[in-house]
C-alpha cells in the first residue's frame, strides 16, 4: 500500500531536548517536504527535498533542521525545541517537483501528522 | 509571494444540496492546482489534481475548475451528504516548486 509514515504521532517534550520526527514514504518518490499547521495560519511550509541531497527551505525554516540521505526518509530535525513549535506537522511526497512535476500523476501524498507540544 | 484564498471559512448546508467552494490565488504563474479533504485530527487526502493547462477535472461527485488568468478555481459538490463534512483546502504548485496552501473551508452537511 502506498503510503507516508511518520513517527511518533503524538509526543510531549520539554524545551531545548533534541528532537527528531522521522518521514519514510514506500512509493520512492522524489520529492517530499514538510508542513506545520496551526489555528487561522493554515499549512505552512518548512522545508522541502526535490531529491537525495537536495533540500531547500520553505516559508518557516527557523528552528527546523532536514537531511535526505536516502530517497524514501526525510526526517525533520528539532535541534532545541520551544513552545512555539508546539504544532501539528505533516510530511508528504510526490514524484516528481518543479517543472517535471505537472503532469496528472503527480498527486501529493501526506502522512497522518505527528502533533507535538514543547513545554 | 503566493497567497491563496479560501472564503468563507466555513459553510452549513443541508444534505443533496449542491455547493461550490471557492479558492484564488494571487500569482497566476502556477504547475497546477490541487484540491485536498482533512478530516479532523488526520492527514490530507488529494481530491482533484488540475494541471495549469487544464480547465477542469471530475472525481464522481466532485468537479473542480481552474481559471488561470483570473487566479480562480472552484470545488463542485454535487448532492452534498453528511459523509463529505470536512475541510477542503486548495493548494497551488508554484514556479519555485512550493506548494501554498489557502487556509481552507470546513464543511458541515446536516442530515
Known amino acids: 500500500e502506498a503510503q507516508v509514515t511518520q513517527n511518533p504521532r503524538y509526543l510531549i517534550t520539554v524545551t531545548g531536548k533534541k528532537l527528531t520526527v522521522t518521514c519514510s514514504q514506500n512509493m520512492n518518490h522524489e520529492y517530499m517536504s514538510w508542513y506545520r499547521q496551526d489555528p487561522g495560519l493554515g499549512l505552512r511550509q518548512i522545508y522541502y527535498s526535490m531529491n537525495v541531497e537536495v533540500t531547500d527551505k520553505g516559508d518557516v525554516p527557523e528552528g527546523y533542521k532536514v537531511s535526505r540521505k536516502e530517497k524514501r526518509n526525510f526526517p525533520l530535525i528539532l535541534e532545541s525545541p520551544s513552545p512555539n513549535q508546539t504544532s501539528l506537522y505533516f510530511c508528504a511526497s510526490s514524484p516528481r517537483a518543479g517543472a517535471l512535476g505537472t503532469g496528472s500523476g503527480n498527486t501529493i501524498y501526506f502522512g497522518e501528522g505527528s502533533w507535538l507540544t514543547v513545554v | 509571494k503566493q497567497e491563496v484564498t479560501q472564503i468563507p471559512a466555513a459553510l452549513s448546508v443541508p444534505e443533496g444540496e449542491n455547493l461550490v467552494l471557492n479558492c484564488s490565488f494571487t500569482?497566476?504563474?502556477?504547475?497546477?492546482l490541487q484540491w485536498f479533504r482533512q478530516d479532523p485530527g488526520k492527514g490530507l487526502t488529494s481530491l482533484l489534481l488540475?494541471?495549469?493547462?487544464?480547465r477542469e477535472q471530475t472525481s464522481g461527485r466532485l468537479n473542480a475548475s481552474l481559471d488561470k488568468s483570473s487566479g480562480r478555481s472552484t470545488l463542485y459538490i454535487a448532492a452534498s451528504q453528511p459523509g463529505d463534512s470536512a475541510t477542503y483546502l486548495c493548494?497551488?504548485?508554484?514556479?519555485?516548486?512550493?506548494?501554498?496552501f489557502g487556509k481552507g473551508i470546513t464543511l458541515s452537511v446536516r442530515p
Open positions: 500569482d497566476s504563474a502556477i504547475y497546477n
Open positions: 493548494a497551488v504548485y508554484g514556479a519555485n516548486s512550493k506548494l501554498t
Open positions: 488540475i494541471q495549469s493547462s487544464q
